[in-house]
């Protein structure tokens, strides 16, 4: 067999092999690299058939035509190539417009070499061309020839660049498809150059030809360059933070990306793994990813990992599931929460449950709509929903409950919570109703949380008292669609107060009966002692002493008369208390005390829980302990001659020398208001406290110089009537200073 025999069965087999190749190609012409693939195979047709007709024909006419269809060949194999890679990596999209614009190369080739007759730039003329003595149409290549086929070469070096960059740059199927594309054009590109260029005395094209032929084979169906995945988002798939999987129907991996890699914790040879053995630490989860929304992997280095599924499958043209591409999306950190948002519930269900006090969730979404608009057709909705009773009804109507403890039921008598619920309205009072009603204005009002105290009927009939705490959740401040309501029964606690409030009357009335009592007899006395100050007017000394003591006895007993039911009512728990802000107490008590040229000064900005008459008393008493012992008393002693008020002792020395704080070395100038840790303090800058005096100085009747000796006992009645305690020392500044600890109780 001769060598151009031979050329002509390797180019026959060429031709063979990419008619072949269209079949597969056009089946899948809608993939966009279908279109530059088809041009290649196209392309390497017409150039294989020219190039074997150059070699078969005698004329130099017959020759050109032939030359003419191999270059065409060959530029549409080149314009081919390069639209595939260019679309392979993303550079380029193969439209109608880019095939228009490639196209301008092999048709500007062809008319130059049609028209060669004329400027004779493409071919030697044809006088001069011998077939027979040529190995390639090279030879014959004048200007316009060698000027195409640089360009040629130039885009199939930009090209093969491409490819090469490709497939450094990816792993996997990608870098396989990369590899291949990269084979289908340097071999026999690299073969018709060294022909080109004669620097072999072969003709190598056919071999070239050949070697296309099975590079184009390697890239269609060992490295499925048509497959499922599109080359165009494979890039965006490999940053994918998210894990991406490829199987086909036979559940085996044909591409991943480096997060389902990491994921998976496999090899390099991951490629056409079982998907169970791809993800090997969860096979049976991994067999079931094209069925469920959610799955499980339990990893080595970052333990339970959750993710969602998202599945997609592909199909051919013809209908067929070709594969499944699927996205595992993490959502550990949300299964996380989850799971402690129902850890967290199931713990306010079992507090809920076992709470001591009786518990509701409410739905109040409905009812707060309809009193919505009952409020917007009336000025006062407490009395518009108290004289049209049913319209509170049908505001209570669209209560819904939506859960009560165990308590609750017990609390009512209840066996079930449906129990409950049905007979709702039952429950009411006359009192419940009227609290109601303000409660719903209240809220309304925009309230978040209530407090209040009143009746209800148990199923029972019984009534009974409840102190409640209504609370709208801050997440569902907007609708009202969850709210929690709390109650404890306080019926013991009300009947001991109706006790109490009894005792205390009796006690006022007893106090008001010994003091009435007293009055005959003392009155009798002090005329007596009158009428012997008269007759002994010339007396003794000591019989005038004797005389003038009996005289102050009379006093003190009068102030204890008029002061017993003062010291009844005072001594009495405290009933009804709210928050009392101690500026505004202080300078209240401070208006009502002749303060002469004190100065106020309150540092505290807290707030008590107090009965604000009775705490405004405190604060009276102790400024009037300061202007009694610490100003009038000082000035007395000085000689100012300003006299003094009642006041009680226990502050300072006495005229008459009874020293129970150690010397008058200045009078008060300031008062000061302050907190403590555990409650406030009144202070002053006078005399001080002598240590003699703490201990006594709260007792009754504890006075020095013309002091009554109850305004401090009255101080510490009222201050423990509220639960807490008060105590005395020197102040900062030398004076004295009262500290009251509302922190305190004594149980």
């Not at 993939?31 to 078969?56: D, K, M, R």
């Not at 991951?270 to 499980?296: C, G, K, N, S, Y």
């Not at 101080?715 to 305190?744: K, L, N, P």
Request: proline content about 4%; overall charge negative.
């Amino acid at each position: 067999m001769s060598i151009q025999e031979l050329y002509l069965l390797v180019g026959g087999l060429v031709v063979v092999l990419l008619a072949i190749l269209l079949v597969p190609v056009y089946r899948n012409r809608h993939h966009s690299s279908a279109p530059g693939l088809l041009i290649v195979i196209v392309g390497g047709i017409a150039y294989t058939v020219g190039l074997g007709l150059t070699e078969s024909v005698t004329t130099p006419q017959q020759w050109t035509y032939a030359a003419n269809l191999a270059l065409l060949g060959a530029k549409l194999s080149i314009v081919g190539y390069a639209l595939v890679v260019a679309d392979y990596a993303n550079v380029l999209k193969t439209t109608r417009k880019t095939l228009l614009v490639a196209a301008m190369y092999p048709v500007t080739v062809q008319l130059a070499l049609w028209s060669n007759s004329v400027h004779h730039l493409a071919w030697d003329p044809y006088e001069t061309l011998n077939p027979a003595a040529m190995t390639g149409p090279h030879e014959a290549a004048r200007i316009l020839i060698w000027g195409h086929a640089t360009i040629g070469y130039s885009l199939i070096l930009i090209a093969l660049m491409l490819a090469l960059r490709e497939a450094v740059r990816s792993s996997g199927r990608r870098r396989l498809q990369s590899v291949a594309l990269f084979a289908t054009a340097f071999p026999p590109s690299f073969l018709y150059l060294l022909s080109d260029l004669d620097l072999t005395t072969l003709n190598l094209a056919p071999i070239g030809g050949l070697a296309q032929a099975f590079a184009l084979i390697w890239v269609l169906f060992y490295a499925s360059f048509l497959n499922v995945i599109p080359a165009a988002r494979y890039r965006a798939v490999e940053r994918m933070t998210d894990p991406f999987v490829t199987i086909d129907p036979r559940g085996t991996v044909i591409d991943s990306n480096p997060a389902a890699r990491q994921l998976a914790a496999v090899g390099p040879d991951w490629e056409r793994m079982p998907i169970a053995e791809f993800f090997h630490h969860a096979p049976r989860q991994a067999t079931r990813l094209t069925a469920v929304d959610t799955v499980a992997f339990d990893t080595e280095s970052d333990g339970e990992r959750h993710f969602d599924v998202t599945s997609s499958p592909v199909y051919a043209p013809d209908g067929t599931l070709e594969a499944h591409q699927i996205v595992l999306r993490e959502i550990t950190a949300r299964v996380t929460r989850e799971n402690a948002l129902q850890a967290s519930r199931e713990r306010y269900r079992s507090l809920f449950e076992s709470s001591p006090i009786v518990l509701w969730e409410l739905d109040l979404s409905a009812a707060m709509n309809r009193a919505e608009s009952i409020a917007a057709e009336t000025t006062d909705l407490t009395t518009y929903l108290e004289d049209h009773p049913e319209e509170y009804e049908r505001v209570l109507e669209l209560v819904d409950v939506l859960e009560v403890n165990q308590n609750a039921l017990d609390a009512y008598g209840a066996s079930s919570k449906k129990d409950l619920v049905e007979q709702l309205p039952d429950l009411q009072t006359a009192e419940s109703l009227e609290t109601n009603r303000q409660l719903v204005q209240q809220l309304l009002d925009g309230a978040c949380r209530l407090r209040d105290e009143t009746t209800y009927r148990t199923l029972d009939g019984e009534i009974r008292h409840e102190l409640f705490e209504l609370t709208v959740l801050q997440t569902t401040a907007e609708d009202y669609s969850r709210v929690l309501l709390a109650s404890i029964d306080v019926t013991e606690s009300k009947t001991y107060e109706r006790r109490l409030e009894a005792h205390n009357r009796t006690l006022e009335r007893l106090a008001g009966i010994i003091s009435h009592d007293l009055q005959t007899p003392l009155s009798t006395a002090e005329k007596t002692t009158t009428l012997l100050s008269m007759e002994l007017d010339d007396a003794e000394p000591d019989v005038l002493q004797t005389i003038d003591d009996l005289e102050q006895i009379h006093h003190r007993l009068r102030e204890f008369t008029e002061y017993l039911p003062r010291f009844a009512r005072e001594s009495t728990n405290v009933e009804h208390t709210s928050e009392c802000e101690l500026a505004a107490v202080a300078d209240a008590a401070w208006d009502v005390v002749d303060t002469h040229s004190l100065e106020l000064v309150v540092e505290s900005t807290c707030a008590v829980e107090a009965d604000p008459s009775r705490l405004q008393q405190v604060f009276e008493n102790l400024f009037q302990n300061v202007v009694g012992h610490g100003v009038e008393a000082v000035a007395e002693v000085q000689g100012s001659g300003v006299g003094g008020d009642e006041s009680d002792g226990g502050l300072s020395s006495t005229p008459s020398g009874n020293d129970l704080a150690g010397e008058y070395s200045s009078a008060a100038t300031t008062v000061r208001v302050g907190s403590t840790p555990h409650g406030f303090f009144v202070a002053d800058d006078g005399p001080g406290i002598g240590t003699t005096a703490l201990d006594e100085i709260f007792d009754y009747g504890m006075g020095t110089g013309d002091g009554s000796g109850f305004g401090l006992a009255i101080v510490r009645t009222i201050v423990e009537a509220h639960g807490w305690r008060i105590s005395a020392t020197d102040s900062e500044t030398g004076g004295a200073r009262f500290e009251i600890s509302t922190a305190y109780t004594d149980t």
